[in-house]
């Protein structure tokens, strides 16, 4: 664990320790949602249930189920492999616990696929300070993941991770709240992907260019702050925005940019977001077209890795479909969520068009569609 | 070297936060709160939630998890999975 990580949290605890405030449990609610990625050759879709719910006045419960069914024939996908399909499935439980002001919260998650399993280890806490102005909230994750290969039982490896956070919402006015989060998250372990290749020139090669596999660090320590920013508007609407920065150790550089706009009407809720994300930096062992094989001791061709930019529109619609409630639901809403994300990358090129010399193809982009459906209850 | 360069920037911002925090040990405690409780109602407004949707918040941060270099400080803790 890092030094400062270690001191940081340690005088943030003695902030919480000698201030008094009051805590809530979250409200009772269930969700039901349907959610689809389509973009890039990949279909992702499946549902996600999460309900939560207060029991003897402390204590609040929360259960999540999500599916993830994959139908992948992205560019990585028909350049070197063969298409697929693949079916991830995650679990959670969280406990929340109300004490003497403290809202203290445990969680456990479980992610399981054919080749990759993933469990993880939550702890946090929070406290409203100062007169209720401030909530400062900390937490720490231990996650094991186990990495396997398909076609070769023979190969298994392991990623530990752990991840500290915290937290800060403050209210500036009567109007404003600010909210700030600062995240380092560490990895040791397979990092990479075991299928995936990198290209290196090959004059042997029909097309100029071989291919081997990818090697990446077992290590890897990012730090992420973000800054969001919501401001009510005399009409009863918002405006919200939000810039986070994120470096790490492979030196990759990530900017995101986010500006939105809340709106209610007559039972209607709705919202539009612009989102920008600008990776002016990709990992330093990153290359599109290495010079030769083995060229150097870690090589990555993951398009996520090098340097690129996205941008996100996103349109969303929400209806109390239950005014009045009915029976043990207070109220319950029906909610449509609209994404269309567009994707440029700088320094990957489209291996799919071939006539030409190797380094010479375009640039890869690609565009997706992302809909969410879902069902929300109070109770 | 190159990694001690990039750790030094790094630790700075480690520092920061530290006397940002014990600042606010130090002297915050007795605030008086210049947003009366009583002048909060626009902001436990839904309008006005950072996360109002938290099964929707988290399947967006998936989303764009797994297609981007970034990771973290999205508000949430997160699971690990092989979806890369």
New interface residues.
């Given amino acids: 664990m ?1 030094k ?2 270690g ?2 949290l340690l ?2 605890v ?2 919480l320790v ?2 008094a405030g009051g805590g809530v449990l979250p409200e009772d609610r269930a ?1 039901v ?1 349907l ?1 689809s ?1 389509d973009g890039g050759g990949i279909t992702v879709q499946g549902p ?1 249930v ?1 309900v939560r719910k207060q029991f003897a006045q402390k204590f609040s419960v929360a259960g ?1 189920y ?1 599916v ?1 069914k ?1 139908q992948s024939a992205s560019i990585d996908v028909i350049t070197t492999a063969s298409p697929y399909t693949e079916e ?1 499935k ?1 679990w ?1 439980l969280g406990l929340d616990y109300l004490h003497d002001r403290w809202l203290l919260n445990l ?1 456990v ?3 399981e ?1 054919s ?2 399993s ?3 280890f ?1 702890i ?1 806490i929070s406290q409203d ?6 909530t400062l909230s900390l ?1 720490y ?1 231990l ?1 094991r ?1 186990e ?1 396997r290969r398909r076609g070769d039982p023979t190969f298994r490896d392991h ?1 530990d ?1 752990q ?1 500290y ?3 800060v ?1 403050q ?1 500036l ?3 404003l ?1 600010l ?1 700030f ?5 560490t990895d040791e372990g397979f990092l990479n ?1 075991p299928y995936r290749q990198v290209r290196y020139l090959d004059p042997t090669s029909p097309q100029g260019y071989s291919y081997e596999r990818e090697v990446y660090p077992r290590t890897r320590t ?5 800054l ?1 920013l ?1 401001y ?1 508007l005399p009409y ?3 405006i919200y925005g939000e810039y ?1 920065s ?7 550089k ?1 900017n ?1 940019f986010e500006i939105g706009y ?3 009407h007559n039972g209607w ?1 709705f919202d539009g977001r612009l989102r920008f ?1 600008d ?1 002016p930096r ?2 330093s062992f990153y290359s599109d077209l290495f010079p030769y094989a083995n060229s150097q001791n870690f090589m990555a061709r ?1 398009k ?2 090098s340097v690129f930019s ?1 941008e ?1 529109i996103r349109l969303e619609a929400s209806y109390d479909i239950l005014k009045g409630g009915w029976k043990f639901i207070d109220k319950g809403t029906l ?1 449509i ?1 609209y ?1 269309r994300m567009l ?1 440029n990358y700088d320094d990957f090129r489209d291996l799919r068009v071939t006539g030409v010399a190797p380094g010479g193809e375009p640039l890869y982009s690609f565009d997706a569609n ?1 809909i ?1 459906v ?1 069902v ?1 209850f109070w109770f | 070297m190159r990694t001690l360069r990039r750790l030094a920037p790094r630790a700075s911002l480690g520092r920061r936060l530290l006397a940002l925090a014990a600042l606010t040990a130090l002297g915050g405690c007795h605030v008086e709160p210049w947003v009366k409780p009583y002048e909060r109602d626009h902001l436990a407004d839904p309008v006005m939630s950072f996360d109002r949707n938290p099964v929707s918040s988290a399947y967006t941060d998936h989303v764009h998890e797994v297609r981007e270099g970034s990771r973290g400080a999205t508000g949430s803790a997160g699971g690990g999975c092989g979806c890369n």
């Avoid at chain 1, 300070?129 to 401030?134: K, Q, S, V």
């Avoid at chain 1, 989060?181 to 998250?185: L, M, N, V």
């Fill in positions: 890092p400062r990580i001191i940081l005088v943030a003695a902030v000698r201030s969700d949602l959610h990625f996600s999460l999540n999500y993830d994959v991830r995650q959670s969680g998650i479980n992610s696929e080749d990759y993933a469990n993880t939550n946090g300070l100062f007169g209720d102005l401030t937490g994750s996650g993941d990495v990623i991770r991840s956070r915290l937290g919402s209210i006015t009567k109007n709240l909210g989060s600062f995240e380092t998250i992907n990012s730090d992420a702050a973000a969001r919501r009510y009863r609407a918002a986070r994120y470096s790490d150790t492979w030196q990759i990530g995101t809340t709106h209610p809720l994300y990776q990709g990992a993951h996520e890795l996205s996100d909610n969520v994404d994707f992302v969410q879902f929300s």
